[in-house]
C-alpha cells in the first residue's frame, strides 16, 4: 500500500472563518492528509443542506477506502445574536449530521471534529478556572446552542460508532477575523488603532478571559484530529482549547497602549448583551494535556500580527478593506 493510499481526506467546513481558514493552512502543512474545502452559502439554508451534500459526496470519492475526517468549523452567531438565528443554525448541523450518517455508513474509519465554544458554555458554570470536569451551564442563546450541537454529535457518535473530538474554544483571535460580527476584542481594538475610531467595551475593566491565538489553535487541533483517528469506535473526547493564561480587559488594554505607543480609544458603554457576559471566564485543560505543552504565540506577538494584517488589507483593498467574509 502507497503511502498516498493511507493519507486521510479531511473536510473542513467553515474553511472562509477565522478558524477554519487557520485549520486548513495549518492541516495542509502536515503534507501527511489531504485537505478539501468548498464554500457553503449559508445565509440560505435549503442551499446550504445541497452544497453540504455535494461537499459529502465529493469526500467519500476522493476517500475510495481512505480514512477520511470531517472538522465543523462553521457558525456565524455569537452572543447577543437573537435565538432564532441559532435555531436555523443548530438545524443546518443536524441535517448535515443525518446527511454524513447515511454517507459513513460501510465507507471505512472516519473522525469528526466540532468546535464549540468555552465562553458560550461555561458562562453559568460557577467559579474560574473551569475544566473538562465542570458541568456546563449557558445563559445566552448562543451557549445553548452550542451544547445543542454537542449533544448531536455525542448521538452521532453513538449512532455511527465514529470517533468525536468536541473542542470547547477560548477567546479566538489574530489575522482575518470578521470585523462585520460584533466579535473579537483585541481585533476591534486594533480596527480602532488603524481608523481612530473609538470603541465601546461594555464589561467591567477586570472581566477576565482565555486569548488564544488561531494559528496556536489550529495548531492544536490538527494534533487532536491525528489522535482523534487511534480512538476507539463511539468515543467521545471532550477537550478545551485555550492558552491556560486569564488577562483582564484592563491588561489587554496596556498591552495594546505598549504595542501601539498610544492609549486604545476605547469607552466604557452600555449593552444589552453585557447580561450574558461574565466576569471570569479562566480555563484549564486537564484533558489530553500533552497537546497544551508548546510554545504559545505571546499575546503582544499575536497583536502585532493582527495589527500588521489589517495594515496590509488596507494597503490591498483600500477603503473596504475592513469588510470580510466569513
Known sequence: MTFDQIRP??????AGGLLGRSLVSDLRSRDDQEVVTMPIPWSDPDAAASALQAGTDQLFSLCAGRPWRVAWCAGAGVTGTPAVVFEQETATFAGYLDQLQVAADGNGQGSVFLASSAGGVYAGSGQAPFSENDVAGAISPYGAAKLACEQLVVSFAANTGVPVLIGRIANLYGPGQNLSKPQGLISHICRSHITGQPISVYVSLDTVRDYLYVGDCASMIGDGLARLSRQPRSNVTLKIFASGQGVTIGALLGECRHIFKRTPRVVLGTSPNAK????????????????????????????????????????ERGPDWSARSS
Not at 481526506?9 to 467553515?14: E, S
Not at 471570569?280 to 499575536?302: C, E, H, K, N, Q
Request: aromatic share 6%; net charge positive.
Open 276 to 315: 450574558f457576559q461574565v466576569r471570569d471566564l479562566r480555563l484549564r485543560s486537564r484533558v489530553w494535556p500533552d497537546l497544551d505543552r508548546r510554545t504559545l504565540t505571546p499575546l503582544s506577538v499575536g497583536i502585532a500580527a493582527t495589527v500588521a494584517d489589517m495594515r496590509r488589507a488596507m494597503q
Open 9 to 14: 481526506v479531511t473536510w473542513v467546513i467553515g
